[in-house]
């Protein structure tokens, strides 16, 4: 059974940075996706960040939305079963709730910085909130 607990949410103001961890279990080998979305009231959940790693090779690719290229860092510590969402330069249109996302082998869309859609990823954590204020 796939777990994904984060942690890492609070309130910031504009220009301030906060990280977010999900640490994983029952997903620890093979091909595989993890990331985080986000959705804020009245709105769609996106996907913000993704590292999808091949299970032959074990190279891992990270993608990006283009809201949060060049201000958030996605990474993961294989042996601590975790992946971070550091989230530098916050700007108030970044107020949402933040899910961890993981599914079963990669997944690279043409479209939404390669970001595959929410409705292909099958385990999802609680979500945390991230506010910025102006």
């Known amino acids: 059974q796939v777990q994904l607990v984060e942690s890492g949410g609070g309130s910031v103001q504009a220009g301030g940075s906060l990280r977010l961890s999900c640490v994983a279990s029952?997903?620890?080998?093979?091909?595989?996706?993890m990331g985080w979305f986000r959705q804020a009231p009245g709105k769609e959940r996106e996907g913000v960040a993704v590292?999808?790693?091949?299970?032959?090779?074990?190279?891992?690719?990270?993608l990006y939305a283009d809201s949060v290229k060049g201000r958030f860092t996605i990474s993961q510590d294989n042996a601590k079963n975790t992946v971070y969402l550091q989230m530098d330069s916050l700007v108030p249109e970044d107020t949402a709730t933040y899910y961890c996302?993981?599914?079963?082998?990669?997944?690279?869309?043409?479209?939404?910085?390669?970001?595959?859609?929410?409705?292909?990823?099958?385990?999802w954590g609680q979500g945390t909130q991230v506010t910025v204020s102006p």
């Open positions: 029952g997903l620890t080998y093979g091909s595989k996706s």
């Open positions: 590292i999808s790693t091949g299970g032959r090779t074990g190279h891992s690719i990270t």
């Open positions: 996302a993981a599914r079963l082998g990669t997944c690279v869309s043409s479209s939404s910085g390669g970001i595959c859609p929410a409705s292909d990823y099958n385990f």
